[in-house]
């Protein structure tokens, strides 16, 4: 059964640094067909992707919000982990991680239930 | 930056009808790359569509998907109480996903 968790801080402060780590299983980060992105979604709004990793350690990031972010993984504990420097009330949002099996297709096919974070002093 | 543009933005129909749901893209989109989801309040994203076509896993056969190059289609041939949520496509190009704004299908 493949599931994906997120966890992390459900207030943080502006200019602050968030750390929100993806725990997964069912199925394994070093496999070669795998990869997680991450998504937010503010209240009310629509959905941002954001960064996305491969089992190669290839990484992408949104073009608008590539200096702030930084997405690694930890094969061995089965996490995907997303930094994101400087937050602002704006990045008030609900943030998931999401799965992507790479094949002709580039579509997410599970995701995690969502953490709420929000930023406020 | 690939821009996806949904329409409308909310359609209001009731259970039985057809509900056909837009996705424009700013340039040409492959259609091994579009995706549509379905996401209820509280909940996250659900895969629906891939591929343009195809149909998700579990996905019933009265949602249908269609279209190619910069227009695509997701159509529900007769809708369900459970079928109304916030529908989403996503597309992917050199390296970065991009979601367009939603639409919103409520109950008339």
């Known amino acids: 059964q493949v599931t994906l968790k997120e966890s992390g801080p459900v207030l943080v402060k502006p200019t602050e640094t968030l750390t929100l780590t993806c725990t997964v299983s069912?199925?394994?980060?070093?496999?070669?067909?795998?990869?997680v992105s991450w998504i937010r979604q503010p209240p009310g709004k629509a959905l941002e992707w954001l960064a996305h990793?491969?089992?190669?350690?290839?990484?992408s990031y949104s073009t608008s919000l590539k200096s702030r972010l930084t997405i690694s993984k930890d094969t061995s504990k089965s996490q995907v982990v997303l930094t994101m420097t400087n937050m602002d009330p704006v990045d008030t949002a609900t943030y998931y991680c999401?799965?992507?099996?790479?094949?002709?297709?580039?579509?997410?096919?599970?995701w995690g239930q969502g953490t709420l974070v929000t930023v406020s002093s | 930056e690939i821009v996806l543009t949904q329409s409308p933005g909310t359609l209001s129909l009731s259970p039985g009808e057809r509900a056909t749901l837009s996705c424009r893209a700013s340039?040409?989109?492959?259609?091994?790359?579009l995706a549509w989801y379905q996401q209820k309040p509280g909940q996250a994203p659900r895969l629906l569509i891939y591929?343009?076509?195809s149909r998700a896993t579990g996905i019933p056969d009265r949602f249908s998907g269609s279209g190619s190059g910069t227009d695509f289609t997701l159509t529900i041939s007769r809708l369900e109480p459970e079928d109304f949520a916030v529908y989403y496509c996503?597309?992917?190009?050199?390296?970065?996903?991009?979601f367009g704004q939603g639409t919103k299908l409520e109950i008339k």
């Open positions: 990793i491969f089992s190669n350690d290839e990484k």
């Open positions: 999401a799965r992507m099996v790479l094949t002709g297709y580039r579509s997410f096919d599970y």
């Open positions: 069912g199925f394994s980060l070093s496999n070669a067909r795998m990869g």
């Open positions: 996503q597309q992917y190009g050199s390296s970065f996903y991009t």
């Open positions: 591929g343009a076509s």
């Open positions: 340039q040409s989109v492959s259609s091994s790359y």
